[in-house]
Nanobody, 125 residues
Framework: QVQLVESGGGLVQAGDSLRLSCVAS????????VGWFRQAPGKEREFVAA????????FYVDSVKGRFTISRDNAKNTLYLQMNSLKPEDTAVYYC??????????????????WGQGTQVTVSS
């Protein structure tokens, strides 16, 4: 079992940047691939970015490529999402998630075993 706690959300203007953090606790954090998802009001939870167990490979949804960067620090049990050039359509609750899958990268919600509580990101125009 792993517990995940997100932080770093807030209210910003379009074009601004935020860095989200997700601190994990529990057994063998390095055994989990991790990712970020987001959910806007009335919409389905959407995949944003994923990173493998050691941080060697990443994958992003097309809408955030070139703007967002996912990274992890296993020594600190922490996952990050650096978000630059934010747009109003990025407004959502952002969740971190951990996957015990043997796959290098997981992009579906069903592939994740553990979820954080979410942190709100609001981008004004």
């Amino acid at each position: 079992q792993v517990q995940l706690v997100e932080s770093g959300g807030g209210l910003v203007q379009a074009g601004d940047s935020l860095r989200l953090s997700c601190v994990a606790s529990g057994r063998t954090f390095r055994s989990y691939g991790v990712g970020w998802f987001r959910q806007a009001p009335g919409k389905e939870r959407e995949f944003v970015a994923a990173i493998d167990r050691i941080g060697g490979s990443t994958f992003y949804v097309d809408s955030v490529k070139g703007r967002f960067t996912i990274s992890r620090d296993n020594a600190k049990n922490t996952l990050y999402l650096q978000m630059n050039s934010l747009k109003p359509e990025d407004t959502a609750v952002y969740y971190c998630a951990a996957s015990a899958s043997r796959a290098s990268l997981v992009v579906s919600t069903s592939g994740y075993n553990y979820w954080g509580q979410g942190t709100q990101v609001t981008v004004s125009s």
